[in-house]
């Protein structure tokens, strides 16, 4: 069973930063493109940014996009989103998703996920 396990979340006054990791085991990069999600309280989860599995390919949700950054360690099977200038919005719990698809697209929708994290709670709070 491919497994994805989140970290980084926790409390940050709003302008903070937080680094999000997403460790992924029994599967490599190369072949699964990653998606980071969020879910804040009483909302749906939304997409928040992608990145292919050739790592050539990134996108980004428009309330992120100058603050967010996805970036990938194929040599440490880990997915990090850097998330500068934190907004009280930005509270939610973010999952990370594995979509088998190799090349250079990605994808920021929940139904083209195969594989799920169980997600890490960020705070934006002062």
């Known amino acids: 069973q491919l497994q994805l396990v989140e970290s980084g979340g926790g409390l940050v006054q709003p302008g903070g930063s937080l680094r999000l990791s997403c460790a992924v085991s029994?599967?490599?990069?190369?072949?699964?493109?990653i998606g980071w999600f969020r879910q804040a309280p009483g909302k749906e989860r939304e997409g928040v940014s992608c990145i292919s599995s050739s790592g050539a390919g990134t996108k980004y949700v428009d309330s992120v996009k100058g603050r967010f950054t996805i970036s990938k360690d194929n040599a440490k099977n880990t997915v990090y989103l850097q998330m500068n200038s934190l907004k009280p919005e930005d509270t939610a719990v973010y999952y990370c998703?594995?979509?088998?698809?190799?090349?250079?697209?990605?994808?920021?929708?929940?139904?083209?996920?195969?594989?799920w994290g169980k997600g890490t709670l960020v705070t934006v709070s002062s």
């Open positions: 029994r599967f490599t990069l190369d072949s699964y493109a």
């Open positions: 998703a594995a979509e088998r698809s190799p090349g250079y697209v990605c994808s920021t929708e929940s139904y083209a996920m195969d594989y």
